[in-house]
């Protein structure tokens, strides 16, 4: 199957500090993004679908300022988590879908922030 | 709304027992249904999805689901759990005319004892 990988798989910053999130469709090109935040023990929440070429679209209470995303070209979406606090700790994982009639979504394999 | 009902945080079961995690489902729509298991960080690897047709479907590891429409249900089963069937899953509907982003359920935790 396809294959989404995410750099860097774990980062450890200071609290007012911004951190970027690379997320990279390695063998088929993806037009849409979708960018999720899983808190421990909890499920995966859907923050903003990322568009190459447009603004991304985010989900209610998800702040713009903060989570910019920017999907510079057809395989690469990042995700900036500007002025980091503690509670942005979180393990952030994107999605492709396959193109395909169903659209199945290949998952990265995820990043663990921590905001000290 | 769509939304995805998975009864049970955790789920303990014997090695060689059998295994069943529940979901249920909401959606005005027919749904695209989805597994997806989830190793201590790590990503999410797909089990198995019912899109059309035929309603058991088959998966990776030995899982497969039904999709029964009158119960509104996609449980996951496994005739006999494996040590590394340990892991998280997670129980995922398509939202409806979207590009595929999918409303997931809270999770199982399933254990497996030797």
């Known amino acids: 199957g396809a294959v989404v990988s995410q750099h860097p798989s774990w980062v450890i910053c200071k609290s007012g500090t911004s951190v970027k999130i690379e997320c990279r469709s390695l063998d088929f090109q993806a037009t849409t993004m979708f960018w999720y935040r899983q808190f421990p023990k909890q499920s995966l929440m859907l923050m903003a679908t990322?568009?190459?070429?447009?603004?991304?679209?985010?989900e209610q209470g998800v702040e713009k300022d903060k989570f910019l995303i920017n999907h510079a070209s057809l395989t690469l979406s990042t995700l900036t988590v500007t002025s980091a606090h503690p509670e942005d700790s979180s393990f952030y994982i994107c999605s492709a879908p396959s193109g395909g009639p169903y659209n199945e979504q290949f998952f990265g394999p995820g990043t663990r922030l921590t905001v000290l | 709304a769509q939304s995805v009902t998975q009864l049970g945080s955790h789920v303990s079961v014997s090695e060689g027992a059998l295994v069943l995690l529940r979901c249920n489902y909401s959606s005005s729509v027919p749904p695209y249904l989805f597994w997806y298991v989830q190793y201590p960080n790590q990503g999410l690897q797909l089990l198995l999805k019912?899109?059309?047709?035929?309603?058991l479907v088959k998966g990776i590891n030995g899982f497969e689901a039904e999709f029964k429409k009158s119960e509104t249900s996609f449980h996951l089963t496994k005739p006999s759990a494996h040590m590394s069937d340990a892991a998280e899953y997670f129980c995922?509907?398509?939202?409806?005319?979207?590009?595929?982003?999918?409303?997931f359920g809270k999770g199982t935790k399933l254990s497996v004892k030797p």
């Open positions: 019912y899109t059309t047709g035929a309603t």
């Open positions: 995922a509907v398509r939202v409806a005319g979207s590009q595929g982003n999918l409303i």
């Open positions: 990322s568009n190459e070429g447009s603004k991304a679209t985010y």
